[in-house]
Every structure is written in structure tokens, then in C-alpha cells.
């Protein structure tokens, strides 16, 4: 049972930590890529909320909850390196990492290289809630949670980030009508 | 696309997109950090549910609701000096252990060099990473000396809490203004109706409690405490939890005064093997404990000389 190997992990059981890790990396690295949009800094960041939850494990009261405590370390490490890297980067544009080249019948190429334009706009936090909701399919009540900010205030945050990313898309649309090329 | 569920639609499509497996080195990574990286304990801040708003910006010492975490016993050879036995030892680091939560207060005076050193709980006034040889507490009363191994760190030193870490999962915590704590499942402080404060009281406390077992007690002297040292371990069948932490717990260590309510309650987990030398210093009591695996902690305590205030 994971809660049983939470518990060890509680009693300094390495192995048991590192049993964790593995059952939920993949999920908590998708995470991470996708509020970051870069597999490098996402795998950093991964690594860092792992340390601090092996670190602060003890204080996990509910070993239950341990899913949902390593996602909101995750998330919060997460936009706490998106902030840095917006103050760094300020407005170069960050390389993609792995961009898609499919072209499905519900996204184009065009579709995609808009929406991660529009995305990487969006304020850290916003991409955290827009991943937590469509990614994970938290509710906002859940997502407020991890965050630690009102559920009001997620939902308004989400209407916001969803009609950027709206936005993105119909502006696209709106160049191709015109004849014009989205690039 | 027009339509909110289109958007919808359209961005759970584009986030299912993407890398979704961990890189393998992670993991390597992580168990080569984690190995490197010491376990907090469980300390709370209990006392901001229940302290004196009076106390809330920091008047006296740090808060904390104490909960022991340790690993493997150990046992003693010689009582009478009070050094627990030879054990496998863990690496030590000079790290001291930082506690996330915010302090409460500065811990009274101290000195300059005190003063640049961070704590537990992010006070100051602890001496941190000690030198091998002869130290002395600085604000705890009733003062003690003692002889510190390498590498030990002295990561709290109040009034009426003082702790050596070793930076693993080794340490000797000293108690003093103490009384006999009621279990509660909130982890409330409440002192035990009826049961009074001397070493009798709180050895015949712990021997008879019904989630400890209890090894036979011995006489002890460190100096001018004299009493008795007993080792403790939680029962199997206890089921009884504190909600601040997580497994089967007992509690029964809280400070005395009013104002250190905001100390919170210590206990045991289940897993914990503690060892408890009960003191009486000048006609107060003083508790000293001793976890961890580490073979130093017998030469600690053994060590220890209380001096009674003249």
C-alpha cells in the first residue's frame, strides 16, 4: 500500500521514498514540463520538490494526502522558477523544447505555436492553474488548494487564462481568413 | 471553437501533448540527495492555535509542539554516568537542522557570535555547529556543561529547551519548567489532572502509562541533577494519534507556565525508542532525552553536569 510506504518514508526509509518517486514521476514530470514548457528546467524542478518532500516529509500529518502534498510542492517550485525565469529571460523568447509537429484533426501546427506563445504569457500561476485543471482535471475548490488562494480567485484566474489562450487562437484565425499565415 | 467547451476541449488536447516520462537520471538524482539530505522532525507551532495574542510577535521563545522521531534504540552500559550503549553510528554533518516555520522570538541575549547563527524554529541565541570539547548551555536554565563529539550542532538554545542534533537522526533534547501532558488526539497541551512534578511522579507516570512500555528504571547523576533514567518505547497495540502527526503517538511531555503553553506537547511515535533521564535540578525538574543511533549520544549525556543556581 502507498500509505504504507509513506509511513516508512516518514521513518527515514529511503528505499520507500524512492519507491514513490517512481510510481508517480512520470505524472509529477509532465507537471513540471508542462507549466514550465521546458523538459530541462522541468526535470530540475522535479528534482528539487522531491529533495523537499524527502526533507519535510515528517510533517505530512495524513499519509493519504501524500499525492496531493507533492503537487503542491511541485506546482508552487514550479512557478516560483517560471517567476525567475520570466525576470530573466524578460522578452527573449525561450526555445521550444520538443515542439509537436502533428497536425491532428483537432489542433493544427499553426494552433499549437499559438497556444504555447499564448500560454508562455500567462502569468506562472495562471499556467499552473490552467495545467492543474486540463492536465490533472483538478476542480478549482482543488486547485485552490494546492495554490493556498481562494477558490473565487482560481475561477476568476481560470476564466482569465483560458480567454488569453482563446484569444491566441481566434487572432490566429482571424489572420488566416484574411489570407495572411499565423508565422 | 467558439464555444467555452471547445476551449475547453482544445486545451486538455494540447496539454495531453507532450513529454510524460520521467527522465531516468531522476531518479538517481533524487536517491543520491535524499541519502545526503536529513528528515526534518515533525516540529509544530501548536501554540499559535492556542497562545496569548500577547505572545503572537515573539515575547519568549520559540513555539513548538515537539514530536520525537528517531530510529533505533540504545542501550545502557553504565547507568549511573547515563550513557546509552554503542550503537551503529550515522554519518554526522555539521549542517544544523532549520526549521521552515518562522520563529516566534529571538531567544533573550546573546552573544555576536550567537546572534549570526540560525536555529530551529529561525531563532538565534543556539551556538550551531560545535567544536569538539567542552561547552556550556547559554540561556537554558538550570545551566549545564557538557562535552560535545565532532561535528555535533547545538541547533536550539532557550530558557527552557536546549538540543544537540548530529545532524542525522541523533539528538538530545533538555526540558526544563515541564509537567506531565494529557494525550489529547489535537495535540493540545493539557496538563495531567492529579499527577504532580517530582522524578517519582513522572517515572512512576511513564512506567505505568498504557501506550508505553517502560524498561526498568535507574538511578542517575549528571552533576547536581540526580534522579533516574528510564527507557521508553510505544506499545504495539496503542492506537491512540495525535493530529498533528502522522501514525500512532503518546504524548505526555508539556512545559508548566501558563506562558509556555505555547511550547505545545512532546511525545513519542511509534516507531521511537527514546531514552528519559529525569532530573530533579534545585528543587526543579529537568528532563533530558536522548534518540538516534549515533554511539556520540553516550558521551554527550554522560557528560552533562547541571549546576544548581547558588
Known sequence: MDRDLVEAAQRGDQAAFVDLVRTRGDRLFAVAQRILRDVDRAEDALQDALVIAWRDLRSLRDPDRFDAWVHRLLTNICIEQARRERRRVANLRVLDVEPSTAIDDLLTVGDRDQLDRAFRRLVPEERAILVLRFYLGYEPTEIAEVLGQPAGTIRSRLHHATRAMRAALDADARLIAVGGTSR | ?310
Open chain 2, 1 to 310: 471553437m467558439n464555444q467555452r467547451s471547445d476551449t475547453d476541449r482544445m486545451l486538455r488536447h494540447w496539454l495531453s501533448d507532450g513529454p510524460a516520462t520521467m527522465p531516468d537520471r531522476v531518479i538517481e538524482v533524487v536517491a543520491d540527495r535524499i541519502a545526503r539530505q536529513p528528515q526534518r522532525r515533525s516540529w509544530r507551532f501548536l501554540g499559535r492555535l492556542t497562545m496569548n495574542p500577547a505572545f503572537k510577535y515573539g515575547i519568549a521563545a520559540a513555539a513548538v509542539l515537539l514530536i520525537a522521531v528517531a530510529g533505533y534504540s540504545f542501550m545502557p552500559r553504565n547507568a549511573s554516568n547515563g550513557g546509552p550503549g554503542a550503537s551503529p553510528s550515522l554519518a554526522p554533518t555539521v549542517a544544523p537542522t532549520l526549521a521552515p516555520t518562522p520563529s516566534t522570538a529571538a531567544v533573550a541575549t546573546t552573544s555576536p557570535s550567537r546572534a549570526a547563527v540560525r536555529c530551529n524554529f529561525d531563532v538565534v541565541g543556539c551556538a550551531g555547529p560545535l567544536t569538539q570539547g567542552a561547552h556550556s548551555s547559554a540561556h537554558f536554565l538550570p545551566g549545564f556543561s557538557f562535552t560535545a563529539p565532532i561535528a555535533w550542532v547545538n541547533s536550539f538554545d532557550g530558557q527552557t529547551n536546549y538540543e544537540l542534533d548530529s545532524g542525522g537522526s541523533s539528538y538530545v533534547l533538555v526540558w526544563s519548567d515541564v509537567a506531565i501532558s494529557q494525550h489529547t488526539a489535537t495535540c493540545e497541551p493539557l496538563k495531567q489532572p492529579g499527577v504532580g512534578n517530582t522524578v517519582k511522579d513522572w517515572i512512576d507516570f511513564v512506567t505505568t502509562h498504557p501506550g508505553l512500555d517502560a524498561g526498568k528504571p535507574v538511578p542517575v547523576t549528571l552533576g547536581d541533577g540526580k534522579g533516574q533514567v528510564v527507557d521508553l518505547q510505544v506499545k504495539a497495540g496503542w492506537t491512540k494519534t495525535c493530529s498533528n502527526f502522522p501514525g500512532t503517538s503518546v504524548q505526555f511531555i508539556m512545559h508548566a507556565k501558563g506562558t509556555d503553553r505555547t511550547y505545545g506537547t512532546y511525545g513519542a511515535a511509534s516507531w521511537v525508542k527514546l531514552r528519559l533521564y529525569v532530573l530533579s535540578v534545585a528543587g526543579g525538574t529537568v528532563l533530558v532525552e536522548a534518540y538516534g543511533t549515533s554511539p556520540q549520544l553516550k558521551t554527550i549525556v554522560s557528560s552533562m553536569r547541571f549546576t544548581a543556581p547558588r
